[in-house]
Structure formats: C-alpha cells, structure tokens
C-alpha cells in the first residue's frame, strides 16, 4: 500500500492544478468579457467571482483588479500562482513517484509564473498569458496521462483532479442558477460566458445548436455522461478511482470514501431534469458541494488521518 504522506501529496497535485486552470479561465473569460462595459459584462463579473467567494469585488470598474487577484495574489492561498506554489512542491516532495515529464511541465510553469517578469507580462497581454498557463495545465495533464503508470499513485492524483473539478463547477452552476437570491443567469452573452468558465461552450454548441438556455446548459453541466467537465462524468471518475485505491485498504461502515461517492453519482444518474426545471437547481447543486466535502473527509479519514490501530494487524 502506498504511504499516507505520498497519496496525500499526488492528491493534492491534482486539486491545486485543477483549481489553478480553473481559475485562470475565470479570469480569463472575465477580462475578456468585461471589454464592451456591459449588463452582460457585470453579469459575467459577478458569475466568475462569486464562484470562488468574492461577490463584493464584482464591479466592472473593479474587474482588471480582481482579475490580477485570482491570477498572481500570493497572499491568496486559491489564487493561481499560489495553487501552483503548493502543486509543485507536493511534487517535489514525492518527485520519485511521478515521470520526468510530468515534472518538468509543472517546475517549468511554477516558474514562468513566479518570474520577476510574470506582472509586466500579465499587464501587456493577460489574454495570451492566461491561454499560455491554460495550456501548459493541459501538458502536465497530458503528460500524467501518458507517461505515469496507471496504478495507485496515478488514481489519487485524477482523484484530486476530478473531485475539485466536481466542487467547481457545482459552484460556478450554484451561482449562476441556483443561489436563492433571484440573481439567475438570463442574459444570452452571460450564458455563453459561464459555459466558456466551464470550458464547456464548443461542446456544447455541437450537442444544442445555437440554444443558449438555461435548461439545457444545466443538463449538460450536471448530467451529460460523455462531456469530461460535467459533474455527472466527474463523478463517475470519482467513484471509479476510489474503488481502485479502496482495494488495498479494509475499511467498513457506511461513510467509506467510495460509498459516498457511488451514492453521488447514483443522485446525477437518476436525477430527472424536468423535475430539476420545476424544483430548482439550488437543492441538488448544494448537495453537489456538500458531498464533495464530505467525500474529501472521508478519503483523508481513510487513506491519510487515520489512525495506527486500523492497520495495524489484530
């Protein structure tokens, strides 16, 4: 069975660049967004920051600062160069368990954002330096993919990966549908602007046409089973993985890792999306969110917290 400290580290890679892409494609489709000063504009704004807890700054006049903050605050332990400061050194911390290549893209991105250079370039072109980061997160996924044996150490870093892409999206569609306070997302462009946060606006355009609605854009996020952004096919992937790493460990009870994310993605299988239209989302994607957290408890109760009397032979 692998050490604690290392399937801790591989794990945490995976949520810090997960979060880390996540976040510079929000500041990205802000800025972007935000060009034309209009409804739409302030709409996209608010959608992007209060997905990652800051509502108050979601003014236009505001949008190139909070934009900077997501992107290069290092007293911002979410922000993009900080999830990549914390990425690289768990993968310095367990270099051995991971390939040349999957190294080698992430040190070569942890530096090019921490340069002394990074502010001067991010303010000359922070479209072209944010699509760089996107990429280069693509290569390291890419290069996991590729070149790590697929086996225990493989499974907790897409474990991390898949479970913080779950969370956030849940959290992009929580704000944009589902947050209770009569804020739904309607105009068209904000539309297409939360489906771009998702990386999600080509795919689906290929599966609906030119509908932009609410509906839909919510069936694909939460239930699609092909797309790998929606939180139906994240799940599945959550489940999947902890099977794989639940086979070297003897754990019972009800709140295994594994059972909580089975029931998870029991819930988006047999969720119906007329009677989601009619409900709301707000519920499902709340219960989203909280399953998320209580499957991260449960896998660090299991694989890293645990206590020595439950390895330790009788």
Not at 86 to 106: F, G, K, P
Not at 255 to 270: H, I, N, Y
Request: charged fraction near 25%; charge should be negative; aromatic fraction near 8%.
């Amino acid at each position: 069975m692998m050490l604690a400290r290392v399937a801790d580290s591989l794990y945490w890679i995976g949520r810090y660049v997960e979060r880390a892409e996540h976040f510079s494609r929000l500041a990205d489709v802000m800025l972007n967004a935000t060009l034309d000063r209009s409804d739409a504009a302030a709409q996209t704004a608010y959608i992007a920051l209060s997905a990652v807890g800051d509502p108050d700054m979601a003014r236009v006049s505001l949008t190139y600062e909070a934009a900077r903050s997501l992107v290069l605050n290092r007293e911002d332990p979410n922000s993009v160069i900080m999830s990549l400061a914390h990425a690289r050194e768990n993968a310095r911390q367990v270099r051995d368990q991971i390939t040349t290549e999957t190294w080698e893209r992430l040190n070569l991105l942890f530096l090019k954002v921490t340069a002394d250079s990074t502010g001067s370039e991010f303010e000359s072109g922070s479209s072209a330096f944010l699509h760089d980061v996107i990429a280069d997160l693509h290569l390291f996924k890419g290069a996991a993919d590729a070149t790590m044996s697929h086996g225990e150490g493989f499974r907790f870093l897409m474990l991390g990966v898949y479970l913080e892409r779950a969370h956030l999206i849940a959290r992009l569609l929580e704000v944009g549908f589902g947050d209770g306070r009569g804020k739904s997302v309607t105009d068209r462009l904000a539309l297409m602007n939360l489906l771009r946060m998702a990386c999600a606006l080509e795919p689906y355009l290929r599966r609906y046409t030119a509908e932009i609605e609410p509906r839909y854009i919510l069936e694909f996020l939460l239930f699609d089973e092909e797309f790998p952004r929606s939180i139906r096919f994240a799940t599945a992937r959550i489940e999947e993985y902890l099977v794989g790493v639940s086979r070297h460990v003897e754990v019972g009870g009800l709140a295994t890792p594994e059972r909580l994310a089975g029931r998870l993605k029991a819930r988006l299988q047999f969720a119906d999306v007329d009677e989601l239209e009619a409900t709301g989302a707000s519920g499902l994607l709340t219960t989203v969110v909280n399953e998320c957290a209580r499957v991260h408890e449960a896998i660090y109760d299991t694989f890293v917290a645990y206590s020595l009397e439950m390895r330790l032979p009788a």
